[in-house]
């Protein structure tokens, strides 16, 4: 069975930083394009950015753009989203997910789900 296992989340100061990282496993990784979401109290759930499969291509809210970066590691299964220049509105519990269609350059399905990780950014 697949499963994503997020970590990396914690309590940072407005304008610190976070690396968050999500290991997958129970599908041949380096085949799909994978996203990270995220959640606050009381809001939608949001887009915060994606990789393609190949790695070459990343996609980013404009809320985040020029502030996270989405990178891959296919030799540890790995996706990660370096977080620069944090503020309170960036707190929330954020979640990895996978493209279950392989070779997507972008995804638009998002198939499955890891725990999450809570990103909390206050003084």
């Known amino acids: 069975q697949v499963q994503l296992v997020e970590s990396g989340g914690g309590l940072v100061q407005p304008g610190g930083s976070l690396r968050l990282s999500c290991v997958v496993s129970?599908?041949?990784?380096?085949?799909?394009?994978l996203g990270w979401f995220r959640q606050a109290p009381g809001k939608d759930r949001e887009f915060v950015a994606a990789i393609s499969w190949t790695g070459a291509s990343q996609y980013y809210a404009d809320s985040v753009k020029g502030r996270f970066t989405v990178s891959r590691d296919n030799s540890k299964n790995s996706v990660y989203l370096q977080m620069n220049n944090l503020t309170p509105e960036d707190m929330a519990l954020y979640y990895c997910?996978?493209?279950?269609?392989?070779?997507?350059?972008?995804?638009?399905?998002?198939?499955?789900w890891g725990q999450g990780t809570q990103v909390t950014v206050s003084p």
């Open positions: 129970g599908l041949t990784f380096s085949r799909y394009a």
């Open positions: 997910t996978v493209d279950a269609r392989p070779y997507q350059s972008r995804p638009t399905t998002y198939d499955y």
